[in-house]
């Protein structure tokens, strides 16, 4: 099987230039594709993955399978998603559209199923779509993690990081954490400007794999002779790869080695976008320094993020909403203005 990809590549531009790292080849330590991998998370903080070996087939057919569910489920009526909403934090459950900051000033035009990979397991709180498709939900969700861990154990020996101190520790299997399966969905431009677009973050957990196959992602990549300054790019959709981001959580594991890159989505102006995330998150009681240089419990990393998320965009503390990663410096906060989007007579909710 061959997964699609779709849009016109000419309406979006410049276009970031990532490395491709074969995984298969990730997994034999291939010095040259390691080189690769260790290169684009201490530069962009971004990589294509190319998942095209015939082991990784069976995880396509079923990433294929359960788009399709969920996208059918995503056109059901608000009151049946509404049934397994819960708060933002949570790692499991319904967000639905608005309740965060869009990337216009308004709220933000997405909405999304999250599936946690410790409830996956335990067969706990599936919304029916997904209990009558669970053979194929399940062993999707496992095969994530296998390869999404795969690349934490790689990257760990390459940073030299073995024994005591790899990063294989703060990530246990036998414990609970915020690793999940996110199954999201952008609605069109609202010409309006009320509903928006998924605002620029950083992601807050360790490494996160993306499926995405239509435009609408963009990273702000580093541009100038040494990378000093940086401009709104889009990450081309490609077939049989997989985009994987470094987060934040790795970023302060490995003593800022990696880029915690940050990244928003623009809505297609008449299309609906669909695409699908795996969440590659560290054990919940992992302790790690924080911008400031504080030891701190990384669900109070999670709480400050999100509710930072859910503010409404004048009162959002910015540096903070990208990881407290780039205080000064990059005057990055804005960003250049990469093929941004109109939005006439916006509303200011
Ligand atoms: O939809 C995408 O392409 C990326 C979504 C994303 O950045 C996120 O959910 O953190
Ligand atoms: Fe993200």
């Known amino acids: ?39 684009a998370i201490q530069t962009v903080g971004f990589f294509y993955l190319d998942i095209s070996d015939k082991y990784s087939e069976s995880m396509l057919n079923n990433l294929e399978e359960c788009s399709s569910v969920m996208k059918s489920w995503f056109s059901e009526p608000d009151a049946v998603k509404n049934e397994y909403k819960t708060v933002s934090m949570a790692s499991h459950g319904y967000k639905p559209i608005g309740s965060q900051a869009g990337t216009h000033g308004g709220r933000d035009g997405w909405e999304v199923l999250k599936t946690g990979t410790l409830e996956m397991a335990s067969r706990w709180g ?31 020996h390459a940073l030299g990081l073995g024994a005591e101190s790899s990063l294989n520790r703060t990530h246990r299997g036998d414990c609970p954490s915020k690793s999940a399966v996110a199954y999201l969905h952008y609605i069109p431009m609202d010409p309006t400007g009320g509903n928006v677009g998924h605002n620029m973050h950083t992601d807050y957990g360790t490494l996160t794999l993306v499926f995405a196959p239509q435009w609408g992602l963009q990273v702000l990549y580093p541009i100038g002779p040494r990378g000093e300054d940086r401009e709104w790019q889009w990450v081309e959709p490609r077939p049989n790869c997989a985009i994987v981001n470094v987060a934040d959580v790795l970023h302060f594991l490995t003593g800022r080695r990696v880029i915690s890159a940050v990244h928003r989505v623009l809505p297609l102006p008449d299309q609906h976008r669909y695409s699908v995330t795996y969440f590659l998150r560290p054990s919940d009681d992992t302790l790690m320094p924080d911008a400031e240089g504080n030891l701190i419990n990384v669900m109070e990393w999670y709480t400050k993020k999100n509710n930072n998320y859910e503010a409404p965009a004048h009162t959002q503390d910015k540096s903070f909403l990208i990881g407290g990663l780039y205080k000064d410096g990059f005057g990055i906060i804005e960003g250049k203005g990469a093929n941004e989007i109109n939005v006439t007579n916006r509303t200011n909710r």
Not at 11 to 24: E, G, I, Q, R, T
Not at 126 to 155: G, K, W
């Open 126 to 156: 599936l919304i029916p779509a997904v209990e009558n498709h669970y053979e194929t939900f399940s062993t999707f969700q496992r095969q994530c993690d296998y390869v999404s861990r795969m690349l934490l154990d790689r990257i760990s």
């Open 1 to 39: 099987m061959t997964a699609s990809v779709s849009g016109s590549p000419h309406a979006f531009k410049p276009v970031a230039k990532l490395n491709v790292v074969a995984f298969s080849k990730v997994l034999d330590r291939d010095p040259e594709q390691m080189n690769s991998l260790m290169t």
